[in-house]
């Protein structure tokens, strides 16, 4: 049974899920390049990581769930409607910023909710089923965007984003009633790992993010291959969104792209989970990499080949949302099974720093490589860093056995 705290939690992670996918399409339908893109999504991911700090700490200092999440509700309504009232590409980057800074009061309250209202023996299974949850919101609200785009414009899209994420305000007063009893965080055994996804990057928002990495040779090259991993993933993922724009021209081929790959990604969430139980994870995440490179390379070759655009652009699609899965779940298991018991904390963070940073600056890097050589060269590019990384990625490869973390 679905606890009633969990449904404030749900269309506000469809709205998102919307929004995700009608951003990148509204900056093109004013006239913008991939670069206006990338940037636009670099500003919202600093406006966000710097959010979560200030939010987080202030989680983590007692500040109440329900405060947490009405403030990030509200501004997120608040910035879809600036976003329409503002169309101006200059101005679209920093209004997104500006935004973020404050819709990010969500991310810790997704952790917090399950620690206030849940007991401890049951934070682990009540977490995946959140996840779950929000996951299938998230998609859901990109298929809304889908049906919805065939009748209505960009710029209505927008609003009606800032409606659907309304609806969570009544709920979050009715099911979150006055201050829920306060429980010391901590870190303790689960028997699974479960990431809370927010625009596809992993978020474990028990720790925030530090550039500080921890003392651990083994980690090292862990740590160099998330950074790759995540700057070719903000390299490609917002332009093969954009490509699917250029390349077919029918306004609804976006938001099938990127329904395809959240579709995938959310299928194949706990199965991932699931195979971690008997395989080593270094492994896991080798595996996801190489689907990664696999489904960029499917969007590079199939155009010059004369391939039929939907299988090939659905394959594609697929391969990177499965691969999300692999990649994502198999890190944090990873971190778990390696680093220290003193010194896991601090690679947790070191982490969400690691992955929120590289994707950041792959969006600004694949926006300005597509703007000035095209998308062939940015996918190329993506599969020469990906094919070179797992060079160094076998040295992490099947990394300590299974076990709890």
């Known amino acids: 049974m679905i606890r009633r705290e969990y449904l404030g939690f749900l269309p506000q992670r469809a709205a998102m899920g919307a929004g995700a996918i009608v951003l990148p399409v509204y900056i093109l339908e004013l006239g913008g390049l991939p670069s206006h893109v990338g940037f636009t999504l670099f500003m919202g ?36 409607l600036l976003l329409y009232a503002v169309p101006e590409l200059t101005a679209i980057p920093f209004v997104y910023f500006a935004g973020n800074l404050f819709v990010a009061a969500v991310v810790p309250s997704f952790t917090r909710v399950v620690f206030d209202v849940n007991r401890r023996s049951e934070w682990d299974r009540e977490q995946g089923r959140l996840n779950t949850l929000a996951g299938w919101s998230w998609t859901g609200g990109v298929f809304m965007a889908l049906g919805l785009s065939a009748i209505a414009d960009v710029g209505t899209l927008l609003v009606m984003c800032a409606v659907l994420n309304a609806l969570s305000l009544p709920l979050l007063l009715a099911t979150l009633r006055g201050r829920v009893a306060r429980r010391p965080i901590r870190v303790y055994p689960v028997r699974r790992p479960y990431l809370e996804r927010l625009r596809f990057t992993p978020l474990v928002m028990l720790f925030i993010p530090s550039i500080t990495p921890p003392k651990n040779p083994h ?3 862990f740590f160099v291959s998330v950074f790759l991993v995540f700057f070719v993933s903000g390299m490609v993922i917002p332009q093969a969104v954009i490509y699917a724009r250029y390349l077919y021209g029918e306004k609804w081929w976006p938001y099938t792209v990127y329904a395809a790959l959240t579709v995938a990604s959310a299928l194949w969430y706990t199965r991932v989970s699931n195979r971690l139980e008997n395989e080593a994870s270094g492994s896991v995440f080798y595996n996801g990499v190489l689907l990664r490179t696999l489904g960029i390379a499917v969007l590079a070759i199939s155009p010059s080949m004369g391939l039929a655009l939907l299988p090939t652009a659905l394959i594609a699609s697929l391969l990177l949302g499965i691969s999300w899965s692999y990649i994502s779940i198999s890190n944090l298991s990873y971190l778990g099974r390696v680093a220290r018991e003193h010194e896991r904390k601090q ?17 600004v890097a694949g926006g300005l490589i597509t703007d000035i050589k095209g998308f062939n060269s940015t996918f190329l590019l993506a599969i020469i860093l990906l094919t070179v990384g797992t060079i160094f990625m076998r040295r992490i490869e099947g990394h300590g056995p299974p076990r709890l973390i």
């Not at 600093?46 to 990030?72: E, H, K, N, P, Y």
């Not at 720093?353 to 969006?363: K, R």
Request: net charge positive; aromatic share 8%; proline share 0%.
């Open 347 to 363: 690679a947790l963070e070191f982490y969400n720093f690691v992955n929120g940073l590289a994707l950041s600056i792959g969006n």
């Open 45 to 80: 991911s600093m406006g966000m990581l710097l959010g979560i700090i200030i939010w987080g700490r202030l989680s983590l200092g007692g500040m109440a769930l329900r405060t947490l999440m009405v403030s990030g509700t509200v501004a997120n309504s608040v910035l879809f």
């Open 219 to 221: 980690l090292r090259t």
